[in-house]
């Protein structure tokens, strides 16, 4: 990455293959395969970006949150290099990395109402700067992409979830099942969202499956479970921005890929919806190095004892 902006070479690696016969990440896998590729990762990089090493002058790495196995590999061998190299080293968060992702395509004004959609996280947040980010709404359970792969994998449809999900809502038609809208107790936040209700109502409908009708069934139960899931968000991201008067909405995450609500996000009137591409929607290098340089022009970089964390702590929540 250069000036922040301008991406020279990025490699993405991708451990699906391994995941997929669990329907999910499990992290043992997720550590080792990182140890075993990350040095190629970076050699890769090197060669296509035509640099030599000497002309890093700075590292950034993911620290946070995430699976302390997988975190711990990149901050050791970022860590290492840094200290090879003789450059600065910062460490960020990942759900900063995502909300800051659309900045590589285009010029957004803060603040923003940031909304994060992924495999671990589900976050409504007001953003006002790169590193100011307080967190309006959450999912109280599963995370929406947890959701979308537990459904396609109950259904043997495939992983990730999400994708094939995706796919075969295109084909059903959603008004052919009603899931019920989860409901929020005393206590719960009015920009949370929760998923495991709408989960075992969706899982419950296979009872009723007859064998000659299974596909089409199967196409139905995605689009009205897409909808279920992606109407919950939609409605607490529109109220969020009204109570917190912001018009522009930025999305991010693996599940901002959907093509639903893409589609029905764009559609809310009178909001400036930013959604970046599908590869910058996804997990990627680029929204860390760029997130990073943010840091480090400003001469706010980690020291060699920086650790790593499941989770973000401090956190600021917001409540109206
Ligand atoms: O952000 P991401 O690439 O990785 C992290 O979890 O950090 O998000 C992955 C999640 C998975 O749960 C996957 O099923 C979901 O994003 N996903 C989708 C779609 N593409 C990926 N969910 C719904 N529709 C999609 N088109
Ligand atoms: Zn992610």
Redesign the pocket.
Known sequence: MADGKQLISQVVATQIEYHRPYNGVVPEIASRKHTEWIQNVYQRCLEQSGLQAAEIDGIAVTCRPGLVGSLLVGVSFAKGLAYALEVQLVGVD?ILA?LYAPHLERQIAYPFLGVLL????TVIARVDAFDEVEVVGASIDDAV??A??KVAGYFGLGY????E??KRARRGDPGAYRFPAPRLHKGDHPFDVSYSGLKTAVVNQREQFRDSQHEASIENICAAFEKAAVDMLLSRVLNAAERFRLRTVVAG???A???Y?RQALCEAPGLTVVLPSLAL???NGAMVAALGYEYLSRGRFSGLDLDVSARTPGFRRAYP
Not at 160 to 163: A, L, Y
């Open positions: 990942h995502h992924s495999g671990g996280h992409g947890e979308f792969d990730p979830g999400g994708v999900i995706d995450g693996g599940v890929a959907n093509t609500f929607c996804t997990d």
